[in-house]
């Protein structure tokens, strides 16, 4: 037994492995294009997979899919006079919560407003670059990001979380 550990030893010693996080490919650039203000007419040249989502007159939703290396991202933007006014962002639950939480205070610092209720919590940005950042984790056996919206700084938007949970069915 101990010839056999003898010979095995140096092996284990040489392999190096890195495993990286499956979400470590995903940057907030990826969505930049979609961040208010942007006029929609240049965000459908890039992006020509959408499909109109909701259309209030002269309020709509378009939904685009982002199709990566291990996942499809479904990207809402809520549109006004041809300009983006709001974008919602669906994240796939094997994200790690931590890492994506990093890169927000990162790039915006540390948040404004934190709410915690049960396993679930909500972090919120006020008056960055004239956008306010809704940013929902949850937990379960491992934390999670849900999803992220970027709504500008303006009262008169209806932040798309909201429209989309009143579209949900009432029980």
């Excluded at 990566?68 to 006004?80: A, P, S």
């Amino acid at each position: 037994m101990p010839l056999i550990l003898v010979h095995f030893l140096p092996l284990i010693f040489r392999i190096h492995a890195e495993i990286t996080p499956p979400n470590y490919d995903f940057t907030l650039k990826s969505i930049d294009n979609f961040t208010p203000g942007k006029n929609i007419e240049a965000v459908k040249k890039e992006n020509p997979k959408f499909d109109l989502f909701a259309d209030n007159g002269d309020q709509k939703i378009l939904r685009f899919k982002l199709k990566r290396t291990n996942y499809i991202l479904d990207v809402y933007t809520q549109v006004k006079k041809d300009t983006i006014t709001d974008v919602f962002v669906r994240l796939p639950q094997f994200f790690l919560h931590d890492i994506f939480l990093k890169d927000l205070q990162a790039k915006w610092k540390k948040q404004d407003k934190y709410v915690r209720h049960d396993r679930s919590a909500v972090y919120v940005w006020f008056n960055r670059d004239n956008n306010n950042i809704i940013y929902h984790g949850s937990c379960s056996i491992t934390c999670f990001p849900v999803f992220i919206e970027i709504v500008k700084d303006d009262k008169t938007v209806t932040p798309m979380y909201q429209k989309l949970n009143e579209a949900l069915p009432k029980w």
